[in-house]
């Protein structure tokens, strides 16, 4: 019984330390959450200390692919505003149509088609929702949109990260 609850107890913890009332920011729990499960591993289940080590490092390095990919994201992001590129990509959707479905199309669906492909996580809905507000739309909305738009090329995106760790197993 002491195992399950000690397996349980980092899990139950980070839950904890992000939805009470005031809450603890995840740059926070996560570490926080994940020395008290490392704690755990050596204490209750005493583990060989090799094998626990390699298994930080590999979870680490695992972790860096989906990292990388959104940083790369946020960056193409960050260029286009500084750049201006965000600008034109607006004066063009607002050139090419004033109907705000073939906007929400054109952006929500097609561009963020296009960027599942390059970076993938999420990305293409953080990426494609600021340029539709941008254009007038209530923010919400376009929130929904963009996550809905985006169900369809997740499965293709990042590069082919999805199959790529799918088929590992």
Known sequence: ???LFS???PIMLLIYLMTKKHS???SAALPLCASVAYIVVFGVFKLDSNLIHASVLSGLLMALTPVTIIAGAIFLFRCMEVSGALYIVRLWLN???NNQIAQLMIVGWAFAFLIEGA???GTPAAIAAPILVGLGFP???VVVACLILNSIPVTFGAVGT???F???M
């Open 139 to 141: 923010a919400v909305r």
């Open 1 to 3: 019984m002491l195992t």
């Open 162 to 164: 999805p199959i790529w």
């Open 7 to 9: 397996a349980y107890f």
């Open 95 to 97: 050139q090419l149509s």
């Open 119 to 121: 970076s993938g996580f």
């Open 24 to 26: 603890v920011a995840a």
């Open 166 to 168: 799918g088929l590992s």
